[in-house]
């Protein structure tokens, strides 16, 4: 149990800042996703912590003590990557208990943690086995135990997932976070999936560029992301530009929508997922809120849902209908969108 800060952390590679003064707190306990594009600074953020790269400012801290005279085997971290890099001519048990086995502990006192990690990992039984006669998923259960076996402070995970199919992932995803929980440990966990940060994460920090952009619950930043760039990259959304007149934003061609964000300056950028939006005919009763008039250009029918897509004045808006049943509209066919202020958010560009 542990809690871990960065703090104005850089690292440079030449002219490039691989991360530009970050400042993140990991509370002990928590499942924590750094999502972010690729190059975006996650794994030299998660190498940092673990002691592998040094920064050339700021400070890491564990459990409040800044460890960059403390090297990396002596930071009490365990660490998952995504190429499981288990030890090949070792079977699962000397794989697991190689953390012990380099600390000198006792040989009974190694088959009794290497089994309750095989346990946890849901693996027992297959302790003779070397990686190469384990699935994707079975080594990567394996590393995880090694990682657990030395009870470290704080486990960090760098796309653990990202080399397994779909399926396996998800049933993965789910193991993980049961096992975290179990453990209690505090857990960093690198992705650039969005879906994996939402359904895994207590909290996310979405980086891009070495920066970071925003820090939050799963709900919180879908629900209002601060930039442009969160708003996309977790989720999707449609975005409208506009002149801000005293409550409203007047967009070129659709006319004045209402938000229920703060509005400041002479323009303002609004972002509105496409799940909030509502298609109706075009001679349907108003409702309060936003609407706007247009043309479907696609539909796509998914089973439990429907995408579609209209034109309007202001360009092509993408809407996700859930099917309770209704009719479902044409291609050409003239719709109106309506949707709530509360669900249009102002976003930095
Ligand atoms: P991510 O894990 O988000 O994909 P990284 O942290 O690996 O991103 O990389 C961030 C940026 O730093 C990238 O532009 C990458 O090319 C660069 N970088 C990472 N490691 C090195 C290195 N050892 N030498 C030079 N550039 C590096
Ligand atoms: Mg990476």
Partial sequence: MSEVSARNVTKRYGELRALDNVSLDFPDGSFFALLGPSGSGKTTLLRSIAGFVEPEEGEILIDGVDVAH??????????VFQNYALFPHMNVFDNIAF?????????ADTRKRVGDLLDLVQLSGLDERK???????????????????????VLLL????????????QE?????????????????????????????????????????????????????????????????????????????????????LATSSPLAGARATLAVRPEKMQLTALDAAVSEGNRVEGTVTQRVFSGTSVT??????????????????????????????????NHTVVVED
């Avoid at 953390?99 to 040989?107: A, C, D, T």
């Avoid at 049961?178 to 994996?196: K, M, N």
Wanted: zero cysteines.
């Fill in 308 to 341: 579609y897509i209209v034109e309007t004045a202001a360009g092509p808006m993408r809407t996700f209908q859930q099917n309770a049943g209704d009719r479902m509209f044409d291609a050409d066919e003239k719709v109106a969108i309506t949707w709530s202020p």
């Fill in 99 to 107: 953390g012990l086995s380099v600390r000198g502990v006792s040989k």
């Fill in 70 to 79: 403390i090297p990396a085997h002596k930071r009490d971290i365990g660490m």
């Fill in 158 to 169: 760098d796309e653990p997932l990202g080399a397994l199919d779909k399926r396996l992932r």
């Fill in 131 to 153: 990686p190469k006669q384990l699935s994707g998923g079975q080594q990567q259960r394996v590393a995880l135990a090694r990682a657990l076996v030395t009870d470290p402070k």
């Fill in 172 to 256: 993965m995803q789910i193991e993980l976070k049961q096992i975290q929980r179990a453990v209690g440990i505090t857990a960093i966990f690198v992705t650039h999936d969005q879906e994996e940060a939402l359904t895994l994460s207590d909290q996310i920090a979405i980086i891009n560029d070495g920066k970071l952009v925003q820090i939050g619950e799963p709900n919180e930043i879908y629900e209002n992301p601060r930039t442009r760039f969160a708003a996309s990259f977790l989720g999707d959304a449609n975005f409208m530009e506009g002149s801000v007149d005293g409550d409203r934003v007047t967009v070129e061609n659709l006319g004045a």
